[in-house]
């Protein structure tokens, strides 16, 4: 199982752009990399998921680079309300039980 | 349309009582997993539903159990409470194994055992 490793935490003003950076060694050939977002009590968000290269949606882009084995989520122009922990996953998805949570990162943004 | 539904958001139990939590995944989905997170542990993966049976378990003991009906509705169980049950307990429902699309998470169920 691929395991991942993130900053424990990270600290940003509004307005600034995010980037946390995952770590993952020995992700598989089939694993997608997956980040989530998780507010206190409540459950995980998907926030955006690739394999190679680049992707990006309307919150966030995923930057991988051609070995694969580090990824780095962008969040633009933060605000208040991105305070949370984020998550960085590497798995095939074929199971739940191969999906792993490591500690996250808990990023904090200040005024 | 609608997310994924846990029930009770809030619970208080007694040491040695019984509780049983209820997840109605998003409509389509036929694979529930079920996680606990608690601060010192994190999110830790306590078993996965599809089509009725249990495809994976977790390392919890057999005071944890599971099952999911064939509406999808999925419910767990913890028998024998114990103070160390205190958690947020988290279910995950996907289209099913390798049918991609990621998983989409409920707001949990607080469990607080006293």
């Known amino acids: 199982l691929a395991k991942t490793t993130q900053p424990i935490s990270m600290d940003s003003y509004e307005g600034q752009e995010v980037n946390i950076t995952c770590s993952h060694n020995n992700i598989a050939t089939n694993d997608y990399i997956t980040w989530y977002q998780q507010f206190p009590s409540q459950g995980p968000r998907f926030i955006i998921q690739g394999y190679k290269t680049k992707v990006t949606n309307e919150v966030a882009s995923l930057f991988i680079p051609a070995d694969r084995k580090s990824s780095t989520l962008s969040l633009p122009r933060v605000s208040l309300s991105d305070t949370a922990v984020y998550y960085c996953?590497?798995?095939?998805?074929?199971?739940?039980?191969?999906?792993?949570f490591g500690s996250g990162t808990r990023l904090s943004i200040r005024p | 349309k609608a997310g994924v539904t846990q029930t009770p958001r809030y619970l208080i139990k007694t040491r040695g009582q019984q509780v049983t939590l209820s997840c109605s995944p998003i409509s389509g989905h036929r694979s529930v997993s079920w996680y606990q997170q608690t601060p010192g542990q994190g999110l830790q993966f306590l078993f996965e539903?599809?089509?009725?049976?249990?495809?994976n378990k977790g390392n919890f003991p057999g005071r944890f159990s599971g099952r999911q009906f064939s509406n999808s509705r999925s419910e767990m169980n913890v028998s024998t409470l114990e103070l160390g049950d205190s958690a947020l307990y988290l279910c995950?429902?996907?289209?099913?194994?390798?049918?991609?699309?990621?998983?989409?998470f409920g707001s949990g169920t607080r469990l607080t055992v006293v």
């Open positions: 996953l590497v798995g095939d998805y074929s199971s739940a039980s191969k999906i792993i």
């Open positions: 539903y599809f089509s009725e049976t249990q495809r």
């Open positions: 995950a429902s996907s289209l099913g194994p390798d049918r991609g699309g990621g998983y989409t």
